[in-house]
């Protein structure tokens, strides 16, 4: 995504890919179905073996687009959220990749001190509070 179009042209491609993709697909669909940008999470409540028809089915359906997949029937990593499934509702935390260091900013870099005091939690808040209203 490196340019200020990247996220425009892969949001339309992957828009355009739904559309001739769930047209044609005749199996079970997957119950819950999401996608920021080019990143797709999803929930199913069909068998695991339904699940692994429609993922081999879109794995197949481009041979332009690459998928890769993570089946758990408890949680899984989207983006920067870790999402779990208990008592039949979809609860988020926050996710920390194991290469992230928690710099956020240089104490010397901003002259401001109250905002080097709250940007990590603003920066937090506002890219988890943005990932949940798509839910």
Known sequence: MGTKMGPSVAC??????????FSQYTGSHPFLYKRYIDDIVGVATGTRQDLESFIQFVGS???FLKFTHCISDTSVVFLDLQ????????????????????????????????????????????????????F
């Open 61 to 63: 359906f481009s041979p």
């Open 83 to 134: 999402l779990s499934i208990c008592d039949r509702k979809i609860k988020s935390n926050l996710h920390f990749k194991p290469t992230d260091s928690h710099n956020y900013l240089l104490y010397p870099s901003n002259p401001s001190q109250i905002l080097y005091q709250i940007h990590p939690v603003l920066t937090t808040f506002k890219g988890q509070k943005d990932l949940l209203r798509r």
């Open 12 to 21: 339309l491609t992957m828009g355009h890919f739904e559309e001739q993709l």
